[in-house]
T-cell receptor, first 113, second 111 residues
Framework: NAGVTQTPKFRVLKTGQSMTLLCAQDMNHEYMYWYRQDPGMGLRLIHYSVGEGTTAKGEVPDGYNVSRLKKQNFLLGLESAAPSQTSVYFC????????????FGDGTRLSIL | GQQLNQSPQSMFIQEGEDVSMNCTSSSIFNTWLWYKQDPGEGPVLLIALYKAGELTSNGRLTAQFGITRKDSFLNISASIPSDVGIYFCAGQGNTGNQFYFGTGTSLTVIP
């Protein structure tokens, strides 16, 4: 089993460019999450989804959009990248309820110049 | 957002020593999780706790859900070099679907 797979693993963007990060899970999990990890800040929740076709805002949603068109995929979009969005982005998924442990991907390292 | 205070921020210990770290919050949590993150990888779940006072072990690791429900502790016994990494706590309360993460404890084990 692949678990949670994130694509791409690395990316460098110029300010103002747009891009989409892809997260795919093969565990039939209902819940999916996008976090960003910055030095000294721990993991902060950007957006999450409690099932196919649903999305909700997390702690730091500004500047990001998400979509969950298929249960196994959760997309994170940056419409106009800013240097403040330079970070490591992690996707996670969990089974049937939000109190279940989350399984993480290996991250996408994004640099905005 | 919810603030989780995790301490210590970093630890340098000799191989074979025991390690203790803790996490505290300003509000009550119903679930505590402990994760380990290796460089270049995502966090991996170590232990999950669901009841106040619960003490759970996973090999040399033992974690406890504090009685006040505002704290949790992780102990590692007889540390080995592969214990090196960053350890994160995460807690979830009554409101919403969100887990809040601590800022991590960086562990270095000196052979």
């Amino acid at each position: 089993n692949a678990g949670v797979t994130q694509t791409p693993k690395f990316r460098v963007l110029k300010t103002g460019q747009s891009m989409t990060l892809l997260c795919a899970q093969d565990m039939n999990h209902e819940y999916m999450y996008w976090y960003r990890q910055d030095p000294g800040m721990g993991l902060r929740l950007i957006h999450y989804s409690v099932g196919e076709g649903t999305t909700a805002k997390g702690e730091v949603p500004d500047g990001y959009n998400v979509s969950r068109l298929k249960k196994q995929n959760f997309l994170l979009g940056l419409e106009s990248a800013a240097p403040s969005q330079t970070s490591v982005y992690f996707c996670a998924s969990s089974y049937l309820s939000s109190d279940q442990p989350q399984h993480f991907g290996d991250g996408t390292r994004l640099s905005i110049l | 957002g919810q603030q989780l205070n995790q301490s210590p921020q970093s630890m340098f210990i000799q191989e074979g020593e025991d390690v203790s770290m803790n996490c505290t919050s300003s509000s009550i949590f119903n679930t505590w999780l402990w994760y380990k993150q290796d460089p270049g990888e995502g966090p991996v779940l170590l232990i999950a706790l669901y009841k106040a006072g619960e003490l759970t072990s996973n090999g040399r690791l033992t974690a406890q859900f504090g009685i006040t429900r505002k704290d949790s502790f992780l102990n590692i016994s007889a540390s080995i070099p592969s214990d090196v990494g960053i350890y994160f706590c995460a807690g979830q309360g009554n409101t919403g679907n969100q887990f809040y993460f601590g800022t991590g404890t960086s562990l270095t084990v000196i052979p």
